[in-house]
């Protein structure tokens, strides 16, 4: 029984490694999320930043808006969605999905993603996947 138990710990984890997104400059401000309030609060936080203005986030929006926020008012100028990111995300969708044993579909997330990084987006999500 201890030796089960031995091997069982020793074991590694079969879970996909998590590697976060890098953005074009190699730092790691964006986060990879797609929701549409983590969008609007990095606009709003990049938009007071780089007009001088002092951090304030809208009161009363949620954990997405937050996050997005505090991003774009740390790193102004990071496009959250440039082509390069666009692939680098669907990559990682796609290698998620692979791994849980879904289907390969891009569009299941791809509708999240601007119409102009989509293309890119899929293209990443068939390499992740394969």
Not at 10 to 32: D, F, K, M, Q, Y
Not at 98 to 112: D, F, N, P, V, Y
Request: charged share 25%.
């Amino acid at each position: 029984m201890l030796l089960l138990l031995a091997l069982l710990v020793s074991v590694p984890s079969c879970a996909p490694p998590s590697t976060p997104l890098i953005n074009e400059a190699g730092t790691l401000p964006w986060r990879g999320n797609e929701s549409e309030a983590y969008r609007r609060g990095h606009k709003d936080g990049s938009g007071d930043q780089r007009a001088g203005r002092p951090s304030a986030p809208q009161a009363g929006e949620g954990a997405d808006y937050q996050l997005g926020y505090q991003d774009g008012y740390r790193h102004p100028h990071d496009n959250p969605w440039s082509r390069p990111r666009a692939y680098q995300l669907g990559q990682e969708y796609g290698r998620r999905d692979k791994l849980a044993g879904q289907t390969a579909e891009a569009a299941r997330h791809a509708g999240a993603m601007p119409r102009n990084v989509r293309d890119e987006f899929v293209r990443g999500y068939q390499a992740g996947w394969q």
